[in-house]
């Protein structure tokens, strides 16, 4: 078997030194009605690369592949073009296969593009902290709302109804265990976010009032008022952001005054992969940074006075304070970290700013030629690459008719919603630097098809 | 716009003559040092070239919340990247570059041929909310793969969604939680042994129980005695290592079920050193109720210096059905369903005939598709024979380096037989004033990464040593010399042994200054500062 070095003559002189008999003799403590008496059933003896590659590479042909379609999902997963840098760089031995950094002699490597991912995140959420990453945007998301009710003492979070259903969800399944109360709505198909809702809601057990920036539907909205209205109460406001490319463009939450930011780095430098790995981002306050989840890189120097990077205030964590700790957390998503952090300094300031820009004039001219044809109605006043359309018939089936069509055309709310009628015509449309103008007119032409 | 840093770059000058001797870079041959991108980047830099097409930005739909203030995104051009993150990865040391006997890490070789595998365009580039019908190929690898993880467990299902072991074990005791719940029992206490990972207590507090610790009896086993005397209406769940974090297997495990069971509560077990019994011994035969299995251990997908992890969870029928959604489900007319929110009820009632019962999602999308695809590969790759292999293996190479040891390093448990996967020491007989922190920064120097230190906490100053079954004797041989000879310098005594590492990147980090003036972000130093803003953080030094 090619992964395994020891021959066989390796392995009876490594017998003879333990003093044993036979390999079954080291698992001696196995009770013996335990153990197999031969090779798992079913699955297959050892294969050969080639069989192997045969085999899942005909599982890879099944699927529709986004970048060989025109493609317009979104909601929480964003396709951009990552410079073949990145995946080169990502995949050098010494950090695809390096540990988490607990010898930091050896490990500067992962700990200095730690302290350097930290910072970048921190600017772009316009935060003084952040943490070297969590799982996906939605666990995040449900951190935050944890770190809010150890720093306020209270437990009642406010979540905007914009905010993704999936993220709503996975709050919903901790709260039933942590004892968190959750205000829920969910969007209307309109121009305005609701944000009178969640001020109205706000009182004095209020923890946190959690808003989407922009929101499922794509829309955008001035979070100043929300994070007046939640600090005369003393409630904190947590921002949360899938597509942290729009921060490019658009104001950080951190100015508007949010205590606590949170996101999904999966649109810069890593790709769709279905779903995950992602890379949950974590920014907050200094003052506030001992409640944080999350490893933490920090700077220091060694013996000899030079600069150096360790892992730091971890007597948060669950390996020094164990039942106490701020979360369970442990293995984070370092090599998605990395990814994002290599593709933003790739951009630096001004290629994000170029991008986003890039984005948002593709979203705007796309929305016009969506809106322009007979039945659709632009829903959003205000967006960044993202939107949602109204159609004159229910966009689930639409979908499914543009994927005959050889067209990926958007997600419709349906799939997200499944129970709520008055969602059932909503499509929200992404539209990335990807998307060719060829990709429009197809978008176009299967859309006006469908809505016949 | 203010630029991030236009002096550009200084070098880090030792303050203090080395050994070595100085170099006007800071730079010793291969080993170059290299500034933080705040330091030679700046916010008009890119790395990156738009389509001349691009279109230009016309009439905005901003409502005015259009970004005035400037981020301080240091940019750089494409060579000056690739050579920042070269220069950097040559300061970690990483599997690729030798042993790595990281206890309950199990960091073996990660074959490549499953990063070609998951980097397949039908895999690496489809969105999570595809129509289904887009997406066939992607759930065909779910659903293998989850079918083999219960083939190799002998557990009933499994919840695919968690993104880490330690998600995994939330996982499970949520499952425990939701299961207890439906048949109205309020139990309030988890009993954790001693040596188990943080992440255990951590998880059970983070699901509202009261954690309870159960001791552990001088063989390193769970004290079952102990046990059976503590389990009583009230104990909702207790979470066993096993292998255990002393590398034994725990040899009362079935009879460590069956009392939990008679006595209502269910067997959670840390599957973090599964690579022991991987196609040997099945947990379901064991009587456990759910496992997490770290896919990024066992089933070597990288660890990258930090994560991405997977921790797929098996059940126990009687926890199933409650575990997550989404969850993948083949029915007959071959079709593979992503069951989530809007179908769980009628699929439930259709094919399982009962009503959905699932504690809700826990991740959005479902889970590290990524990491399934690689763990696949690596299964199939093996087969049974080779994964039995990779079992019989891993634990033929931790008692090799177990016995060639013992007579240097105090081996708490070795009298009681042979280990599983990973050989465990302690620091006795070191000479006054030497612990297991030395004997780890040596290693270092000698080129290999240090064992686990400190842990598990049953075992005084222990050093937990896994060298995997990818290492071969002679890369066994070389570490025993190693380790032999700064065993017996320890027990000797000697001081040089305090200095080390002195030839990594860096020598001993300060840690408790780390801690105690916590610089956790880059700080543009004032634009008259003589000295760099890192520099005057930590000038009180």
Known sequence: MRYLPLSEADRSDMLEVIGAASVDDLFRDVPEEARLDGPIHDLPMHASEMAVERQLGAMAAKNMVAGQVPFFLGCGA???????????????????TAYTPYQPEIAQGTLQ????????????????????????????????????????????????SGLHPHYVAVCRTMAKFTGDTLDLAEPELTAATGAERLIASIDGETSAVVVQYPDILGRITDLTPIAEAAHAKGALLIAVVTEPVALGLIKSPGEMGADIVVGEGQSIGVGLQFGGPYVGLFACREKHVRQMPGRLAGETVDAEGKRGFVLTLSTREQHIRREKATSNICTNSGLCALAFSIHLTLLGEKGLRTLAEINHARAVEVAGRLAAIPGVELVNDAFFNEFT???????????????????????????????????????????????SDEDIDALEAALKEVCK | ???????????????AATSEGTTTTGNRALMLEEPLIFEIGDSETTGVDFEPSAPAPGHDRLAGLKRTNPIELPGLTEPETVRHYTRLSRQNYAIDLGLFPLGSCTMKHNPRLNEKMARLPGFADIHPLQPRETVQGALEVINQLAFWLIDLTGMHGVAMSPKAGAHGEL????????????????RQVVLVPESAHGTNPATAAFCGYRVENIPATAAGRVDLAALKARLGPDVAAVMITNPNTCGLFEPEMKAISDAVHAAGGFVYCDGANFNAIVGKVRPGDLGIDAMHINLHKTFSTPHGGGGPGSGPVVLSEALSPFGPLPYT?????????????EQAEDFARTHFGRPAQSFGRMVAFHGQMGMFTRALSYILSHGADGLAQVAEDSVLNANYVLRSLEDVLDAPFAGSGPCMHEAIFSDRGFA?????????????????HPMTMYFPLVVHGAMLIEPTETESKASLDQFIVALRSIAERARAGDEALKAAPVHAPRRRLDETLAARKPVLTYQTPAPDGAEAGVGTEIGGR
């Open chain 1, 78 to 96: 964003y396709k951009h073009h990552v410079p073949a840098s990145v995946d080169h760089l990502i995949q050098r031995g010494e950090f695809l």
């Open chain 1, 113 to 160: 593009v730690l302290f350097e991912f930290q910072t970048q995140v921190a600017r772009l959420f316009g935060c003084e902290v952040a943490n070297a990453s969590m799982y996906d945007g939605s666990t995040a998301c449900w951190e935050a709302i944890g770190m809010a009710r150890r720093i306020t003492r209270k437990t009642k979070a406010i979540l905007s």
């Open chain 1, 389 to 435: 359309v109204k159609l004159p018939v229910e966009a689930r089936p639409a979908v499914h008719a543009m994927v005959e069509k050889g067209v990926l055309g958007g997600v419709s709310l349906e799939r997200l919603y499944p129970d709520r009628e008055a969602l059932a015509n909503g499509l929200v449309v992404a539209v990335t630097e990807v998307v």
């Open chain 2, 1 to 15: 716009m203010s630029s991030v840093n236009q002096s550009g770059w200084k070098p880090t000058v030792p303050t």
């Open chain 2, 171 to 186: 996982c499970g005791l949520l499952c425990i939680r939701a299961a207890l719940e439906a048949r109205g029992d309020a």
């Open chain 2, 329 to 341: 489900a083949r029915t007959q007319d071959g079709v593979i369903h992503l069951v989530e929110e």
């Open chain 2, 432 to 448: 006054e004033g030497f612990s297991t922190i030395d004997v780890a920064k040596a290693l270092i120097d000698e080129g290999f």
